[in-house]
């Protein structure tokens, strides 16, 4: 299947930072990229969905203006998490999707916000 | 998105055939029934599709009845690498379309 990656893989910050988290499609192109959110021994909640040009459109519930997500080219998607908090710890996911019925996974960021 | 029902939790034995049974009895017409597979910390991997009857790739089995409120997924002779939780999702089979997850089944496989 194709691959994805997320960059970084974890990453530790201080309350009240930003955090860019990546998601690349490696060997084809993403049209549509989603971002998830999965807290522990809890299911994958979708935050947003994200067209390649366009903006992303956000699940009820989750902050736009915090939530930052950018997906300027067919390949990557970015997630920024803005003025984060400890409440923003969690493991983001991230999935792509192209000319292909399926959608393929990234491996997860997990973010520990201290 | 039609809903889907799972068992929170399933133990099992090396060797042994894991069933995992999902009830989605809202499925639509041109909904498919998908499964896939997540290991702690990673994303979750596709592991089967399909839409009726029967089918089967080099890791497992799906069973869909007539009526199509129902699914099962069937592990052969798992191994304690298959711990892991399982996840059936109903939707459109189109790739732009928003996955929605249930709570998974949680499979634990032992020695």
């Known amino acids: 299947g194709a691959v994805v990656s997320q960059h970084p893989s974890r990453v530790i910050c201080k309350s009240g930072t930003s955090v860019k988290i990546e998601c690349r499609s490696l060997?084809?192109?993403?049209?549509?990229m989603f971002w998830y959110r999965q807290f522990p021994k809890q299911s994958l909640m979708l935050m947003a969905t994200s067209n390649e040009g366009s903006k992303a459109t956000y699940e009820q519930g989750v902050e736009k203006d915090k939530f930052l997500i950018n997906h300027a080219s067919l390949t990557l998607s970015t997630l920024t998490v803005t003025s984060a908090h400890p409440e923003d710890s969690s493991f983001y996911i991230c999935s792509a999707s192209g000319m292909a019925d399926e959608q393929f996974f990234g491996p997860g960021t997990r973010l520990t916000v201290l | 998105l039609a809903k889907t029902t799972q068992p929170i939790s399933m133990d099992s034995y090396e060797g042994q055939e894991v069933n995992i049974t999902c009830s989605h009895n809202?499925?639509?017409?041109?909904?498919?029934i998908t499964w896939y597979q997540q290991f702690p910390s990673q994303g979750p991997r596709f592991i089967i599709q399909?839409?009726?009857t029967k089918v089967t790739n080099e890791v497992a089995s799906l069973f869909i009845p007539a009526d199509r409120k129902s699914s099962t997924l069937s592990l052969p002779r798992v191994s304690l690498s298959d711990t892991a939780v399982y996840y059936c999702l109903v939707g459109p089979k189109a790739a732009g379309n928003k996955l929605t997850f249930g709570g998974g089944t949680r499979v634990l496989v032992k020695p």
């Open positions: 399909g839409y009726k």
């Open positions: 060997d084809f192109q993403a049209t549509t």
């Open positions: 809202n499925i639509a017409t041109n909904d498919y």
